[in-house]
């Protein structure tokens, strides 16, 4: 895919939603590492659901540490995998409060460091919560990146360096939530909706679905 169709897509997706986000609930930085956290493998819808519960009760480190382990996880037990996301949940509020005065890391190194907290988790909070133009791959973006032809590649770091090295800068710090939200309502993974697609002319995918 040539540079002109790249950024022809992603106007037509700043056009459509100009200021995309992401659709899990929180107010602070350290609601979105909590939620993000609990959201591998799960739903965004599931993950509010608990987290309204919980935000309310306790939404700093030191809070959830006061809660403890076994009260945190009433809170998330909705979830998937909810025992290990809640140990890992509790070292991480430890690590916060003891080396980070409590508060949410903004560089990729430390934010690594905590339990839990891949680089797909690094990037999400560095991009929505601390403005950094990093692009979060999950199996949506990788998905919408291999079947478009925007960014191919055969595992997420290889598709997150190319689309970082492809997006135009003008559109880096949004892009992350426009290819989740194009590959979670149009371009689903066993029904791609392509006659309703913004960018279906653009798209190199060789095997898309007839009206």
């Given amino acids: 895919m040539n540079k002109t169709k790249r950024t022809e897509i992603f106007r037509r997706w700043r056009k459509q939603n100009p200021h995309p986000t ?6 602070s930085p350290f609601e979105l590492l909590i939620a993000v956290i609990l959201s591998a493998q799960a739903t965004d819808v599931g993950v509010n659901k608990a987290t309204n519960k919980l935000y309310p009760v306790a939404n700093t480190p030191q809070a959830i540490l006061d809660l403890g382990l076994d009260n ?36 990729r190194a430390s934010l690594e460091a905590l339990p839990g907290v891949g680089r797909k988790t ?15 791959v999950d199996t949506h973006i990788f998905r919408v990146s291999n079947r478009t032809g ?17 997006i135009p800068d003008e559109f880096k710090l949004d892009a992350h939530h426009w290819l989740i939200l194009h590959g979670r309502y ?22 898309k679905v007839k009206a």
């Fill in 22 to 27: 992401t659709e899990l609930n929180y107010s």
């Fill in 150 to 166: 925007i960014a191919p590649g055969k595992d997420v770091v290889e598709v997150e360096k190319k689309l970082i090295k492809f």
């Fill in 122 to 136: 690094a990037n999400v909070v560095m991009n929505t919560a601390f403005g950094e133009p990093t692009i979060a």
């Fill in 72 to 107: 945190l996880k009433k809170y998330v037990k909705t979830i998937g995998l909810y025992n290990t996301k809640a140990a890992n949940i509790i070292k991480t509020c430890q690590m916060l409060v003891d080396l980070h005065n409590g508060e949410v890391p903004n560089d």
């Fill in 186 to 207: 149009v371009c689903k993974a066993r029904s791609p909706e392509c006659p309703q697609c913004l960018i279906e002319d653009l798209c190199e995918f060789k095997k």
